[in-house]
Each structure stands twice: as C-alpha cells, then as structure tokens.
C-alpha cells in the first residue's frame, strides 16, 4: 500500500486510540471518492468522453471500497506456490468430474453447437467452466467494482492493467443497465460462470442464446458459447490432441526450457537429443513445450504440449492450470465413455500459429 493518507489515518488512530478499522474503512473509502481520488477522477472523465452520463460513473465509483483481503489474495495464488500434484488435487475430484458429465447433458445443445461453430470439444468447454466456477456454483462473492478499484489504484506492480479492467467493467455494467455495486465475483474481477475478466468479457462474449443479452452472470448458454469463441479466437486447432506423453531422466536436464507458456518453439528432434522421448512416435520436426510436472512421490513426469495446451494458457497464464483443465477435461470425456480424438492422437499438422 503507497497510498500515505492511509497510513497516516493508522498512525491517528493509533495515537488518539480510536477504533483503527474504523479510520482505515473511512480512509480508503475517500480514495475512491471521484471528488477525491486522481486517479479515480481520471477515469472517470475518459469514460465521459466515450460516452457514459458522468453522474452515473461518480455514482458508481462513489461507492467503492477499499479491500485489503484483494491484494492479500493476489499474493497467495495457487498457482505461484503449489507443485503439479498438490493443484490437481483441487480440481480433479470425483464430484466436479461427475458435475461435469451432468452440466453437458443439461445442455447438450448449446455444446454441440459450439463445437459445431467453433470446433472446441465439450469436455474442454465443460472443463474451464468447471474448473474456473464448478459449472457456476462459486462464481465468486467478491464485489467486482471493489476488488477492481483495490487492484487499479493499489496494486504495486499491476494497477495500469487493472485500471483497463475497472474500465471496461464500468462499461458493460453501463450497457447492460446493471448498478457495478451489484456485481460479484472473484477477487482479482473475474466473473460469472466462466470468470471472464471485464475485457475479455467485452472482447469475447456472445449472446449465444439469441435473447439480446450476453449474460455470463445467471447465462450457462452464453457461457458456453463464450468460452468456445475465446478459444477459437486464440486459435484453438480443431482435432489436434492438447499433449503427448514422454519419457525422461529423473531429474529435468539442463538447458531445456520447461513449463513456458509461449507457443511451442522446441523440436521432437531437439528434445530427445535432450534424453525427453515421447511415448508414441511424432514427426522430429514437430514443436512443443516440454513440460515437467512434479508428483507426490518426487518423480518428474514428462509431456509434450501441442499448440491447444498453448491457446488453454490464454485463458490463464499457467502450466498447472492448462494441465488442470485438460486432465478434468480427459476425466469427463473418460465417465461419459469417450475417446475424444483430441488427448495423445498421431495428428503431425503444421504447427505454425494461424
């Protein structure tokens, strides 16, 4: 926190002996305040200029909240400090694979037709929903104009792309006639059934149910249908496998690039001069991540990522979470008794980015 009124309020309180919360709540509401707050005033003006009633915008982020819980929360992310076999254990359980089989039956329409449009395989779909919401039974309690007004004005090294976020939250809320007060989700403004962050949700969301609306907020249809065109729009390759699975040495070699989330730039060829060798035979020119995953026991085990394990990372920027998705993912299309075309195939198609 830089913000120096606040911890002037603390030190007050502290000397004065008044109830501490009670100066900190009134401290950080008034850097919210658009009379009060810079950066809050600025942005409300930029959205003036695009065309949204500037009583409306001082309204709104006359009601934001400070909440330390956000940047606390920001720091904690699984994904910065769990091994592979620990963040598995949070996602791949017997009730969200089950949930999972049940949520594409409920809406066997709308996934076929978004693999039908898109070319993304229901269980891929299901997989980030479930993974990202449980299928839309925790999408978050957080208010989202709170958490994205915290993280815009207070997050030390990410407020700038936050601030983009606060904006285009306020611009849908805007659209949709919807008071931002009202708007709940996670803790870093993801939201509804797929945890679209605002700009996302501008850029990516589709009325998939024709109603005039796209609601990801109470929608599963849309929500669906969203999540298909996210990754198509990132260039989701229809019918080409997610991974491959491989052999190697039981500690990770040196020199070998491991678990990025760039598109595949290392050859079959290169990383089985390495000592990595995929189980199944693939064309030596072909490109992949190598990845390695820590299990519960210590040992490495080895995968070969295609370009869909890629466009996955888009949606959140990790390796575990990419690997999450596509082993719940394998789980569903498992208990639905299938063998999806898209898991360890022999397709070798060029690997240039569309």
């Known amino acids: 926190m830089t913000v120096t009124r606040f911890h002037r309020s603390r030190a007050l309180a502290a000397i004065a002996g008044v109830g501490l919360s009670l100066l900190t709540l009134t401290a950080a509401a008034a850097d919210f305040d658009p009379h009060q707050h810079e950066g809050s005033r600025s942005l409300v003006d930029e959205l003036v200029d695009q065309g949204i009633d500037r009583d409306w915008l001082e309204r709104a982020m006359g009601e934001a909240v400070y909440r330390q819980g956000v940047l606390d929360a920001m720091a904690g992310a699984a994904e910065h400090r769990l091994t592979w076999h620990e963040y598995r254990a949070i996602f791949l359980d017997a009730p969200r694979i089950a949930n999972g089989v049940a949520f594409i039956e409920a809406h066997q329409p709308a996934f076929a037709r978004a693999e039908d449009e898109y070319g993304v395989p ?5 997989a980030i929903i479930g993974v990202e919401t449980r299928y839309g039974g925790v999408t978050g309690n957080h208010r989202v104009l709170d958490s994205l007004s915290t993280l815009a004005f207070h997050h ?14 306020l611009e849908i809320a805007h659209e949709q006639q919807r008071s931002p007060g009202s708007l709940t989700g996670s803790y870093a403004g993801a939201m509804g059934y797929p945890q679209f962050i605002p700009t996302s949700y501008r850029a990516y969301a589709v009325d998939f149910d024709d109603d005039g609306l796209r609601d990801l907020w109470t929608n599963p249809v849309d929500a669906i249908g969203s999540v298909a065109n996210y990754f198509a729009e990132h260039g989701w390759r229809p019918g080409e496998p997610v ?4 052999e190697g040495p039981a500690s990770p070699p040196e020199g070998v690039a491991f678990n990025h989330t760039r598109p595949p730039e290392a050859t079959v060829a290169e990383l089985s001069a390495a000592g990595i060798e995929p189980r199944m035979a693939l064309d030596a020119d072909l490109k992949v991540v190598p990845l390695v995953l820590e299990q519960a026991g210590g040992e490495s085990n080895y995968r070969l990522a295609r370009y869909n394990f890629y466009v996955i990372t888009r949606y959140n920027h990790s390796h575990l979470y990419a690997m999450a998705v596509t082993e719940l993912a394998e789980a569903i299309a498992e208990a639905r008794g299938l063998e999806p075309h898209w898991l360890d195939a022999t397709d070798t198609a060029s690997e240039e980015a569309p």
């Open 243 to 246: 991974y491959h699975e491989a």
């Open 156 to 169: 030390p090294r990410r407020g700038r792309f936050f601030r983009g976020e606060l904006a285009a939250f």
């Open 122 to 126: 229901p269980e891929v779909i299901a």
